[in-house]
């Protein structure tokens, strides 16, 4: 059986072979941390983008979406807190010249300690079979409680010192850990010292003149300047929605995991608007929207799950993640977060205009409270892989390699391929072709024998393929056959389309 890692790996490879994701220019090695969406990956991206952007505008009489853009004045970044607090602890070897982010060295330390102790379970486990009590093993065995208190001990002193903002301490912790550089294998360290996650710019002609400007690191501040100005034009009521898809930009110290991490990346937000008091409830409704959101897609259930934020950020009342289980771990893909009357609080103070809203039920006017749900689109583009990347081994004996993309999402929906390419099949297969392509994404393929082209198909992700025979010129039927079932069912021409929309329909939440 292949480990996660081997799987992760597979994938990665497969994005590229079939056109889905790309490293950023390539020609010249590559861009750290930057990728780019091939044509298979730009419709999936698309897909993904229609299903969230349904889901909260079209299926929300009181939300509606906007598109703000990527360079703001730069004082939204200090009244947000960006330009004071958006860092990461970074530490530098002055062997190797390599920069790491401090707390990930020691969340690497506790990592290996973690996997020592799994180790350790999974041999138990087959030593005593059936009988092997996991909970029992983890509270009496000396070693792993050893180890446990060993992991605890180290993220008390972590945790501790990045609330405190003490960098001393977290080099101190790095030293007595005694960890070393991956690279040069040495442990001589330069103190550990803040930096800011935001890529800077200047705008303006002349560089006197110039002012510094900054990518925006998140899209929520682009909602948050223009909520009055949506309020008045929309004439919207409390409680309502703002959302936006967009680009958002964060220098990463560490960036890895393929599309997980990266230093340009894209959000799909949703700031919800709603009174003071209130917010609580609000919170708890869009973590349910929001989780039934991804599992209409029929993804199992056991993928995802809920972290709830026990340490919270000083804007915000509660947060909670949902957090997808990634070939490499459960990992954050989008957080809910109760972030209270902070943001327009401070650009109220920032800008000196008032940003106030008048309930007309309350008779008085308040900030209003805000409940975030945050997504990162191409993490969910990567959970999508993750789940739909399946090798499976047919009766004959044979492997193919499917991506189970929920229909929905698929990049191409269906692929019109005509048995042969004489006797007038291609006339009849492109006839096919030209009324699907009105509603549908479709592909026409002619070239190789058919079983290769249901295997190009399948490894993209397309979810019907509809072959074109020579009965097709007799009774006007034509044979569609189901990706992951591989069934194939004759149907009539005329009842295509109606069928397709049919497999494809999700309900919204
Ligand atoms: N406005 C709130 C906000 O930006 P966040 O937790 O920093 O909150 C929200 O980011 C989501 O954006 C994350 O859950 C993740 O899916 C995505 N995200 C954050 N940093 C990312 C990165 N460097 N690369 C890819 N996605 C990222």
């Not at 935001?198 to 003149?209: A, I, K, Y």
């Not at 900054?214 to 909602?223: H, K, V």
Request: glycine share 4%; hydrophobic share 35%; proline share 3%.
């Amino acid at each position: 059986m292949q480990n996660n890692e081997d799987k992760f790996k597979k994938i990665i490879a497969h994005a590229k072979e079939y056109g889905f994701v790309f490293q950023s220019s390539e020609i010249y090695d590559g861009l750290s941390a930057v990728y780019d969406y091939a044509q298979n990956g730009v419709e999936l991206k698309n897909n993904i983008k229609n299903y969230w952007w349904k889901s909260m505008v079209q299926m929300n009489e009181n939300i509606v979406g906007i598109d703000s853009a990527i360079f703001m004045h730069p004082t939204v970044w200090k009244a947000s807190g960006h330009l004071g607090a958006f860092n990461d602890p970074m530490i530098d070897n002055k062997d190797s010249k390599k920069r790491y982010r401090a707390d990930v060295l020691v969340e690497d330390y506790m990592a290996k300690i973690e996997a020592k102790i799994n180790k350790d379970i999974s041999k138990a486990r087959k030593r005593f079979g059936e009988a092997f009590d996991e909970n029992e093993f983890r509270t009496t065995n000396g070693r792993i409680k050893d180890r446990q208190s060993k992991i605890e001990s180290i993220s008390g002193r972590l945790y501790g010192a990045m609330e405190a903002e003490d960098l001393k301490a977290i080099k101190t912790l790095i030293e007595d850990l005694e960890i070393v550089c991956p690279v040069s294998g040495s442990k001589n360290w330069t103190d550990v010292r803040q930096f800011n996650l935001m890529f800077s710019t200047q705008m303006g002609s002349v560089s006197e003149d110039a002012d510094e400007i900054y990518l925006r690191p998140e899209t929520a501040q682009g909602i948050f300047v223009n909520y009055l100005n949506v309020q008045k034009t929309g004439r919207m009521k409390i409680p309502f929605g703002i959302a936006q898809i967009g680009k958002a930009f964060r220098n990463e110290i560490v960036a890895r995991q393929f599309i997980f991490r990266m230093r340009e990346f894209e959000q799909m937000e949703m700031q919800f608007f709603v009174r003071p008091g209130e917010e609580l409830k609000w919170f708890e409704h869009w973590k349910k929207r929001r989780i039934a959101w991804h599992k209409a897609l029929g993804i199992p259930e056991e993928n995802y799950r809920f972290h709830d934020h026990e340490k919270l950020a000083h804007y915000a009342n509660a947060a909670s993640d949902i957090e997808y289980q990634f070939p490499f771990g459960f990992k954050e893909l989008e957080g809910i977060h109760s972030r209270t009357d902070f943001d327009l609080s401070a650009h109220q103070k920032f800008s000196n205009k008032k940003l106030q809203y008048f309930d007309p039920e309350l008779n008085k006017s308040y900030v209003p409270y805000v409940i975030e749900t945050s997504i990162g689109l191409d993490r969910m583009f990567l959970s999508i892989l993750s789940y739909a990347y399946k090798e499976e081994k047919l009766i004959d004996g044979s492997m193919r390699v499917v991506l189970a993309i929920p229909p929905v999402l698929a990049p191409v929906k269906a692929a019109i391929l005509p048995l042969t390419k004489k006797d007038g099949l291609p006339e009849k297969a492109r006839e096919v072709m030209n009324t699907l392509k009105q509603d549908y994404l479709c592909q026409y393929d002619e070239k190789d024998a058919i079983g290769k082209r249901y295997r190009r198909q399948d490894a993209i992700g397309t979810p019907y393929c509809i072959t074109v025979d020579h009965q097709s010129l007799k009774d006007n039927t034509v044979t569609i056959r189901d990706r992951d079932s591989m069934q194939q069912e004759r149907i009539d021409i005329s009842k295509l389309s109606e069928i397709i929309k049919e497999k494809l329909s999700i309900k919204f939440y």
